[in-house]
Protein backbone atom coordinates (compact mmCIF):
# COMPACT_ATOMS: atom_id res chain seq x y z
CA UNK A 1 0.00 0.00 0.00
CA UNK A 2 1.10 3.94 -1.01
CA UNK A 3 2.48 5.39 1.84
CA UNK A 4 3.11 8.52 0.94
CA UNK A 5 0.66 9.83 -1.65
CA UNK A 6 0.95 12.74 -4.04
CA UNK A 7 -1.89 13.81 -5.99
CA UNK A 8 -2.36 14.70 -9.20
CA UNK A 9 0.38 12.60 -10.72
CA UNK A 10 0.37 15.25 -13.42
CA UNK A 11 -0.81 19.06 -13.52
CA UNK A 12 -1.24 21.33 -16.39
CA UNK A 13 -1.43 24.83 -15.39
CA UNK A 14 -1.68 27.85 -16.98
CA UNK A 15 1.27 30.48 -16.62
CA UNK A 16 0.51 33.07 -13.73
CA UNK A 17 -2.70 30.65 -12.25
CA UNK A 18 -2.11 29.40 -8.97
CA UNK A 19 -1.97 25.94 -8.53
CA UNK A 20 -2.13 23.79 -5.42
CA UNK A 21 -0.21 19.93 -5.24
CA UNK A 22 -1.38 17.76 -2.65
CA UNK A 23 0.56 15.07 -0.47
CA UNK A 24 -0.70 12.62 2.18
CA UNK A 25 1.06 10.29 4.66
CA UNK A 26 -0.09 6.87 6.03
CA UNK A 27 3.02 6.95 7.84
CA UNK A 28 3.03 9.22 10.80
CA UNK A 29 5.88 10.76 10.44
CA UNK A 30 7.14 14.01 11.85
CA UNK A 31 8.73 15.47 9.01
CA UNK A 32 7.13 16.28 5.60
CA UNK A 33 9.46 17.86 2.60
CA UNK A 34 8.60 19.35 -0.29
CA UNK A 35 11.70 19.35 -3.34
CA UNK A 36 11.84 20.04 -6.42
CA UNK A 37 13.43 18.19 -9.76
CA UNK A 38 14.30 19.35 -13.17
CA UNK A 39 15.47 17.21 -15.53
CA UNK A 40 18.89 15.66 -14.91
CA UNK A 41 19.24 17.91 -11.80
CA UNK A 42 19.24 16.95 -7.97
CA UNK A 43 16.07 17.04 -6.22
CA UNK A 44 16.32 20.27 -4.50
CA UNK A 45 14.50 20.63 -0.82
CA UNK A 46 11.97 23.56 -1.55
CA UNK A 47 10.67 23.03 2.42
CA UNK A 48 9.62 21.15 5.24
CA UNK A 49 7.92 21.31 8.05
CA UNK A 50 8.49 19.29 11.70
CA UNK A 51 5.33 18.84 12.93
CA UNK A 52 3.76 21.62 12.93
CA UNK A 53 7.31 24.24 12.76
CA UNK A 54 7.70 25.62 8.73
CA UNK A 55 11.17 25.65 7.32
CA UNK A 56 12.01 27.37 4.44
CA UNK A 57 15.08 27.04 2.43
CA UNK A 58 16.98 30.08 2.40
CA UNK A 59 16.89 30.05 -1.82
CA UNK A 60 12.95 29.09 -2.04
CA UNK A 61 11.11 31.23 -4.24
CA UNK A 62 8.94 33.54 -2.09
CA UNK A 63 6.45 32.10 -4.75
CA UNK A 64 6.51 29.00 -3.22
CA UNK A 65 4.64 28.27 -0.16
CA UNK A 66 3.23 25.14 2.11
CA UNK A 67 0.33 24.25 4.14
CA UNK A 68 0.08 21.22 6.77
CA UNK A 69 -3.07 21.43 8.36
CA UNK A 70 -2.20 17.67 10.30
CA UNK A 71 0.16 15.24 10.60
CA UNK A 72 -1.12 13.60 7.40
CA UNK A 73 -1.50 16.26 4.94
CA UNK A 74 0.69 18.64 3.57
CA UNK A 75 0.28 21.42 0.32
CA UNK A 76 2.49 23.11 -1.99
CA UNK A 77 0.84 26.57 -3.54
CA UNK A 78 2.52 27.86 -6.36
CA UNK A 79 1.11 31.48 -6.47
CA UNK A 80 2.12 32.26 -9.56
CA UNK A 81 3.50 29.80 -12.20
CA UNK A 82 6.24 30.99 -14.13
CA UNK A 83 7.36 28.66 -17.07
CA UNK A 84 10.62 27.88 -15.07
CA UNK A 85 8.24 25.99 -12.27
CA UNK A 86 7.62 23.50 -14.55
CA UNK A 87 9.60 20.08 -12.75
CA UNK A 88 8.66 17.29 -11.22
CA UNK A 89 7.15 18.10 -7.02
CA UNK A 90 8.22 15.18 -5.11
CA UNK A 91 6.75 14.96 -1.34
CA UNK A 92 8.90 13.06 1.10
CA UNK A 93 8.13 12.62 4.79
CA UNK A 94 10.74 11.10 7.65
CA UNK A 95 10.24 10.41 11.22
CA UNK A 96 12.99 13.34 11.66
CA UNK A 97 16.52 13.54 13.41
CA UNK A 98 19.69 11.84 12.65
CA UNK A 99 20.81 8.11 11.30
CA UNK A 100 18.03 6.38 10.52
CA UNK A 101 15.57 8.43 10.96
CA UNK A 102 16.27 10.64 8.54
CA UNK A 103 15.31 8.23 5.67
CA UNK A 104 12.55 9.94 3.56
CA UNK A 105 10.41 7.93 2.35
CA UNK A 106 8.79 9.73 -1.32
CA UNK A 107 5.88 9.61 -2.88
CA UNK A 108 5.52 9.30 -6.79
CA UNK A 109 5.86 12.74 -7.19
CA UNK A 110 3.90 15.83 -9.28
CA UNK A 111 5.01 16.47 -12.43
CA UNK A 112 3.88 20.35 -13.37
CA UNK A 113 3.72 21.84 -16.68
CA UNK A 114 3.21 25.33 -17.28
CA UNK A 115 1.75 26.17 -20.55
CA UNK B 1 28.58 24.72 -5.11
CA UNK B 2 27.50 21.21 -5.11
CA UNK B 3 27.69 19.77 -1.44
CA UNK B 4 26.82 16.40 -2.68
CA UNK B 5 28.66 15.39 -6.01
CA UNK B 6 28.08 12.47 -8.52
CA UNK B 7 30.41 12.80 -11.55
CA UNK B 8 29.16 10.34 -13.61
CA UNK B 9 26.32 10.99 -15.42
CA UNK B 10 26.01 7.71 -16.83
CA UNK B 11 26.75 4.17 -16.49
CA UNK B 12 26.48 0.86 -18.56
CA UNK B 13 27.46 -2.44 -17.47
CA UNK B 14 26.69 -6.11 -18.78
CA UNK B 15 24.08 -8.40 -17.07
CA UNK B 16 26.10 -10.70 -14.61
CA UNK B 17 29.16 -7.56 -14.02
CA UNK B 18 29.59 -5.22 -10.83
CA UNK B 19 28.24 -2.14 -11.05
CA UNK B 20 30.25 0.48 -9.33
CA UNK B 21 28.51 4.25 -8.98
CA UNK B 22 30.65 6.93 -7.04
CA UNK B 23 29.34 10.18 -4.85
CA UNK B 24 32.03 12.54 -2.98
CA UNK B 25 30.87 15.00 -0.96
CA UNK B 26 32.29 18.66 0.86
CA UNK B 27 31.31 18.79 4.52
CA UNK B 28 32.60 16.30 6.63
CA UNK B 29 30.29 16.79 9.29
CA UNK B 30 27.76 14.77 7.31
CA UNK B 31 27.10 11.70 9.13
CA UNK B 32 24.62 9.50 7.30
CA UNK B 33 24.70 8.75 3.67
CA UNK B 34 21.91 7.15 1.53
CA UNK B 35 21.21 5.53 -1.87
CA UNK B 36 18.28 6.06 -3.60
CA UNK B 37 17.22 4.46 -6.59
CA UNK B 38 14.68 6.01 -9.20
CA UNK B 39 12.35 4.76 -11.93
CA UNK B 40 11.34 7.04 -14.46
CA UNK B 41 7.55 8.50 -13.46
CA UNK B 42 8.21 7.23 -9.60
CA UNK B 43 9.45 8.91 -7.16
CA UNK B 44 12.89 7.89 -5.62
CA UNK B 45 12.95 4.68 -3.47
CA UNK B 46 15.36 3.81 -0.60
CA UNK B 47 18.14 1.39 -1.06
CA UNK B 48 20.57 1.34 1.64
CA UNK B 49 22.62 3.22 3.81
CA UNK B 50 25.64 3.85 6.00
CA UNK B 51 26.56 5.66 8.96
CA UNK B 52 29.59 8.04 9.66
CA UNK B 53 30.61 5.22 12.41
CA UNK B 54 30.59 2.80 10.15
CA UNK B 55 32.93 2.02 6.90
CA UNK B 56 30.85 -0.37 4.72
CA UNK B 57 27.71 -2.18 4.79
CA UNK B 58 26.32 -4.83 2.97
CA UNK B 59 22.22 -5.96 1.80
CA UNK B 60 22.08 -9.21 -0.31
CA UNK B 61 23.34 -7.36 -3.82
CA UNK B 62 24.21 -4.37 -2.48
CA UNK B 63 27.08 -2.87 -1.01
CA UNK B 64 27.98 1.16 -0.63
CA UNK B 65 31.81 1.70 0.96
CA UNK B 66 32.68 4.89 2.97
CA UNK B 67 35.75 6.52 2.54
CA UNK B 68 35.63 9.20 5.45
CA UNK B 69 38.80 10.94 4.84
CA UNK B 70 38.22 10.98 0.73
CA UNK B 71 34.59 12.15 1.32
CA UNK B 72 33.56 9.52 -0.95
CA UNK B 73 31.01 6.83 -1.06
CA UNK B 74 30.03 4.12 -3.71
CA UNK B 75 27.66 1.68 -3.86
CA UNK B 76 28.35 -1.95 -5.54
CA UNK B 77 25.78 -3.89 -7.30
CA UNK B 78 26.84 -7.61 -7.70
CA UNK B 79 25.82 -9.32 -9.65
CA UNK B 80 23.94 -6.37 -11.34
CA UNK B 81 20.67 -7.47 -13.39
CA UNK B 82 18.46 -5.93 -15.86
CA UNK B 83 15.99 -4.68 -13.81
CA UNK B 84 18.67 -2.35 -11.81
CA UNK B 85 18.37 -0.29 -14.60
CA UNK B 86 17.35 2.78 -12.74
CA UNK B 87 18.51 6.24 -11.80
CA UNK B 88 20.65 6.29 -8.21
CA UNK B 89 21.25 9.11 -6.44
CA UNK B 90 23.43 9.57 -3.36
CA UNK B 91 22.14 11.54 -0.86
CA UNK B 92 23.36 12.59 2.91
CA UNK B 93 21.73 14.19 5.91
CA UNK B 94 22.40 17.19 6.91
CA UNK B 95 21.55 16.47 10.43
CA UNK B 96 23.88 19.01 12.33
CA UNK B 97 20.52 19.95 14.69
CA UNK B 98 18.20 20.44 12.31
CA UNK B 99 15.61 17.95 11.36
CA UNK B 100 18.08 15.36 8.99
CA UNK B 101 17.36 16.95 5.54
CA UNK B 102 18.44 15.38 2.50
CA UNK B 103 21.35 16.53 0.48
CA UNK B 104 20.96 14.29 -3.28
CA UNK B 105 23.23 14.54 -6.08
CA UNK B 106 22.35 14.69 -9.40
CA UNK B 107 22.37 10.84 -10.01
CA UNK B 108 23.86 8.84 -11.84
CA UNK B 109 22.08 6.60 -14.94
CA UNK B 110 22.46 2.88 -14.80
CA UNK B 111 21.62 0.83 -17.36
CA UNK B 112 22.44 -3.12 -17.88
CA UNK B 113 22.12 -4.88 -20.50
CA UNK B 114 21.46 -8.99 -21.08
Known amino acids: DAMVIQNPRYQVTQFGKPVTLSCSQT?????MYWYQQKSSQAPKLLFH???????NEADTPDNFQSRRPNTSFCFLDIRSPGLGDAAMYLC??????????????FGQGTRLTVV | DQQVKQNSPSLSVQEGRISILNCDYT??????FLWYKKYPAEGPTFLIS?????DKNEDGRFTVFLNKSAKHLSLHIVPSQPGDSAVYFC?????????????FGKGTKLSVKP
Open chain 2, 50 to 54: ISSIK
Open chain 2, 27 to 32: NSMFDY
Open chain 1, 49 to 55: YYDKDFN
Open chain 2, 91 to 103: AVSNYGGSQGNLI
Open chain 1, 92 to 105: ATSRGGGGLRAEAF
Open chain 1, 27 to 31: LNHNV
